[in-house]
């Protein structure tokens, strides 16, 4: 099976995202303070990674390229349930999760109709060779819910912890960067741009664990469930 030099660029890398799952997964349990909510999403990076992992290795078929995103809706939806979880009152957090829930499951049944029926154009065109698909839009707008609500919630933070929580923002939206490119080509001659999101990303979910130790165990408890 011949795969392009940058195909194999994001292959390889993925296996980082894969591994910071693993890792943060670990330190979840032998920390021990932060809530079952925050393994689902620690969980999610690693159901996010292998379905990553085969999309790069076979980028032509469609099935992978739609099940990977659905995982990374997955990973988005996790996160938003978790914060949510941590800041809001039970009775906004029903109603949130109620909305978020039946969005993100139109988003799903898009995506999981775009295997049998693909899309011909992006529905982002960045430029000739990137852009963004409709379910990495959907993507970066749960996102941007999420650094929202992390924004607003902020005050709470101790100095620390809003100092970690703009380098996090900052190696995503760096990520974000990267991720417009093509996963196809190569430019110029040694830069995959794609893969290099799939490292940024791969050490921005550490860094999100580390804010949560920060949260949960160093400097502050935050509720539990």
């Known amino acids: 099976m011949y795969l392009h030099d940058a195909h194999v660029a994001n292959v390889v890398t993925s ?3 894969l591994w910071s799952g693993i890792i943060i997964t670990l330190f979840w349990w032998f920390d021990g ?3 079952l909510r925050w393994l689902f999403f620690y969980l999610t990076i690693i159901i996010t990674a292998i379905p990553t ?3 790069h290795m076979y980028p032509t078929q469609q099935f992978w390229t ?9 990973l988005i939806w996790a996160l938003g349930l978790a914060l949510a979880g941590d800041f ?10 109620f909305v978020l ?11 999981g109709y775009e295997i049998f029926s693909p899309p011909r154009n992006l529905f982002l065109p960045l430029g000739e060779k990137s852009g963004f698909t409709f379910g990495e839009v959907a993507l970066i707008l749960n996102a941007v819910v999420c650094v929202a609500i992390m924004g607003s919630f902020s005050k709470t933070f101790t100095k620390k912890q809003k100092s970690v929580l703009k380098l996090l923002v900052a190696m995503f939206f760096l990520g974000l960067v990267f991720a417009t490119g093509s996963d196809d080509y190569i430019k110029p001659t040694f830069i995959s741009w794609h893969s290099l999101w ?5 050490f921005g979910f550490v860094v999100f664990w580390y804010l949560n130790h920060l949260r949960f165990s160093v400097e502050g408890s935050v509720k539990q469930c």
């Not at 990977?68 to 809706?73: F, G, S, V």
């Not at 809001?88 to 999760?97: G, I, L």
């Not at 799939?198 to 791969?202: F, K, L, M, Y």
């Open 88 to 97: 809001f009152t039970e009775s906004f957090y029903t109603r949130y999760v």
């Open 66 to 74: 739609s099940v990977d995103i659905m995982t990374n809706i997955l």
């Open 53 to 55: 992992i085969i999309h």
């Open 101 to 111: 829930s039946v969005i993100n499951l139109f988003v799903v049944l898009k995506l």
């Open 15 to 17: 296996f980082a995202t």
């Open 33 to 35: 303070k932060q809530s």
């Open 198 to 202: 799939h490292v940024t990303g791969a």
